[in-house]
DNA sequence: CAGTGGTCTAGACCACATG
DNA sequence: ATGTGGTCTAGACCACTGT
């Protein structure tokens, strides 16, 4: 295995120890080469390999920085805004919270011991009265207590920050799968739509820079809200 | 701008010009390097850019080759395969096949003059007796004249070859666009199923090494046999 | 064997951000 | 003024492919 794999799966896990803060820089790459013993070309070329991951933002004058997912990965990518709703950003809501062990196939998705247990959300957004989102959340309860209490006085908009402010979990990459599916009846009563009313299913797997399973999420879109674009290179 | 965003620019357009065919290696870098007058290092830093783009692909020991976007870019990655219809190929039908000019919404897209006729193709990809796929595709004439005679007397199971080999049309780059639709009476009719049946609608604008549009195609799938999956980083 | 790309080095100079 | 990343050079050695 070259050296500059090596070095990049050992700052890999360092990110994912969280050595650096938000926004802390990394070493410069002459103090990381100097540290891994290594030429600074290579270190470059390490350094490289993590920006097209996605894995750290580099600013020239300023430093290298740890890269977070949460603007690119927000739920809200697969709904089309119309009318008024444009420019404005739906409110969340958490309507209901629970520890429970999950079902099996939420457990094998989160590396679950067989009775490990699991942090559960259900969380709607909404434009004013119409709720264009419907959210099941699953999160392992060792590394998410602290979340649980806080969500009992807070309401944040986004979920994200809050993982790694309060839990020190920082996501990094998801996983999407996109399926349609007709609501069954608790989820058409969310939305106040019929029972087999047509909605888009996202099923996401969440992880951290160390690849380890954070979350795993089903959503549902109502189909006429549903938009999505992709480029193919 | 950089000198080697300069060059990459450069080969870029040679090889929209279509200057090496698919089984032909580029020049070495060394060779390139000297063409362009830089240092090897350099040449280096624009094919790994061209690679990361998906524009060329590298093979040690054998050489550069231009990139194909034809298997990764195929509209059946967004259909659901189950049973008997794993691990096989649907087949693929052209029911139509015209010349006209296009509404102004596709001409806008394919970026053609007011009066510029295309050719318009539908076209079916079907499991035994079910129908999976529908396709309504748009191409500028004045470049595919030759397909059109093609289509003729063939019937081939992929199309992008086609382009190439026949057209001299290298496809580069898809940007899709989904949404989910109630299939109107003449879709609908193409499936057997009812009007307004739900189905997922792919809007595809395909791009040459050029950035220039080649291809406009609006494909349905009934909303049962979607699936898609993309990793967010 | 010669030719290709893959890794690695050890420098140089530049553009930009911050104090 | 100092430190950061961005570009560019001119080599070296290695691994793999073809003849």
Redesign the interface.
Known sequence: MPRYLQVRDDLLQRIALRSWAADEALPSEDKLAAEYGIAVGTMRKVLDALV????VDRVRGRGTFVAR?AE??SMLRFV?MHGKAKNRLPTARIRSMTTAIPPAEVAGKLKLKPRDKALYLHRIRSFDDEIVLSEHIWLPLARFRKLQKYLKSNSPPSLYPIYETECDVLV?????????KPLNRANAAVFKLQTKT?A?CVERLMLDHAGEPVEWRTSFVP??R????????
């Open positions: 097209t991951d996605g894995v997912a690119r990965s089309r990094s990459r998801a996983i999407d799968d996109l399926t349609a047509m888009i189909a006429e549903f938009q999505y674009s992709a480029e193919i290179r």
